[in-house]
């Protein structure tokens, strides 16, 4: 038990907001403690009081409630109470009862509670050093994100949104056929990205007439808490940003399409991720674009991460294929007809990717892929691959390296990620 005594200054370990308190009276059953600055009194058991005794030394600064100041050099202690002795600012030694501190002093900084003696007991730190470090554990482990989620996954879901949220800041196009679960896929990497921290802001727009089921899907399935925001919404936060009023902000594309001044004020809210649903929509063409499309590609321009959904990439025409890889990579896909070119060599390029497979036990695969890495650094990997005295592990490493560079020089393998019925064989439930 803490002996008390009138006159004491004492700071509550749960509340140090409450600034210093004043022992008022005690008993052997109860005190009570005035805490002046925040005009509030507390009765505690004496066996169990949350308090800790405010005690400076030599070297520590207190302030009066007259408001000068010494700097501790002693202190003698009389019926339980403290005096400091010390110099003050003009050097003179002055002697400051406890009882005439400045009851505005606080104690919630680290140092500050350190000092005064304020600290947990090692059993409540052991307690939260354990669960620090297996938070940790939680956070390294490759289903982080994926098994949280009320979802009942299929493997290409699981490999998608594990591929894409593994990037740093990810670029890409979710192209599966209708039904197969792009929003899952989507709402996955955004959770992920969430977790582990690469996002912490996020814009999602979509066609007006899915915005109730994108905010309903992303709570019931993912537990995101969304903001869905509108002109009537906007409007209530005055001059105020309205994107700035929530870390998830879902909009509809058809209002923040037309209102240049809405586009402008997301443009200043710094997020770290855009998701666009539907995103065959956005009109563009050489002559010019839609508005759509332009809020987008400015919006794309100084957001890092951008997901592109949308489930006829091709069928809407070369063009309008070219304009949704030119909102990913502007510097890559810069000029349509060179697009159209490379894309006449895609076929060959998926063809040596498949001849990897073959090597080394097929000498003749080796001539298809040879044609397509034609660089330095492919040929080294080729070469590795097909030298009978490596390693199986040196050869499956050139292997992965090798299909990764062909698909980062050729084609649009690493930022389009599409799945037909045909392949994945059955629909999974759900968006």
């Known amino acids: 038990m803490s002996d008390f005594s009138p006159g004491q200054r004492w700071i509550s370990d749960g509340e140090a907001e409450l600034g210093l308190g004043t022992v008022l009276n005690c008993d052997a059953r109860s005190v009570t403690i005035l805490f002046s600055a ?25 302030l009066s ?51 005064t003696g304020q600290v947990d007991r ?45 990037r740093h800041a990810p670029r890409v196009l979710l192209a599966d056929e209708v039904g197969l679960g792009k929003t899952i896929e989507a709402g996955l990497i955004l959770h992920r990205l969430l977790l582990n921290g690469r996002v912490e802001r996020a814009l999602i727009l979509v066609p007006d007439s899915l915005t109730h089921q994108w905010l309903v899907e992303l709570l019931r399935r993912f537990s995101l808490n969304v903001t869905l925001l509108d002109e009537t919404q906007s409007q209530a936060h005055g001059s105020y940003n309205p994107f700035e009023s929530a870390q998830l902000v879902l909009a509809s594309q058809g209002w923040l399409f037309a209102n240049p001044q809405r586009q402008e004020q997301a443009l200043a809210s710094q997020f770290d991720l855009l998701i666009v649903d539907e995103a065959h929509h956005l009109d563009w063409s050489e002559e010019g674009s839609g508005p759509g499309y332009r809020c987008v590609e400015q919006l794309s321009a100084v957001i890092p991460g951008l997901l592109l959904l949308t489930a006829t990439p091709e069928q809407m025409g070369i063009k309008s294929h070219f304009a949704r ?27 040596a990717i498949d001849a990897l497979e073959a090597l080394p036990d097929e000498p003749s695969a080796r001539a298809h892929v040879s044609a397509v890495a034609d660089d330095r650094d492919s040929q080294a990997l080729l070469a590795t691959l ?36 045909r392949h994945v064989g059955a629909s999974p439930s759900g968006v």
């Open 38 to 62: 925040s005009q509030e009194t507390r009765t505690y058991n004496t066996r169990q009081a949350p308090l800790t005794r405010v005690m400076f030394g030599s070297g520590d600064r207190v």
């Open 325 to 351: 890889l030119r909102l990913l990579d502007s510097e890559r896909y810069h000029d349509l007809e060179r697009f159209k070119a490379e894309e006449s060599h895609y076929t060959e390029v998926a063809r």
């Open 122 to 166: 090692n059993d409540w730190f052991d307690l939260r050093f354990r669960t620090l470090h297996h938070y940790q554990r939680i956070e390294q482990h490759s289903a982080l994100g994926f098994s949280g989620p009320r979802i009942d996954l299929i493997p290409h879901q699981l490999y998608i949104a594990n591929e894409v949220a593994s």
């Open 386 to 421: 097909c030298n009978e005295e490596a390693s199986k592990e040196q050869q499956d490493t050139a292997r992965a390296q090798l299909s990764e560079a062909l698909l980062d020089r050729h084609g649009t393998g690493r930022v389009m990620f599409r799945n037909s019925r």
């Open 65 to 115: 409630a007259d408001g000068w100041q010494i700097v501790v050099d002693d202190s003698k202690e009389s019926d339980g109470l403290i005096t400091y002795i010390g110099e003050d600012k003009q050097g003179n030694l002055r002697e400051l009862p406890e009882a005439k501190l400045a009851d505005t002093m606080q104690f919630d900084q680290a140092r500050d509670r350190l000092l």
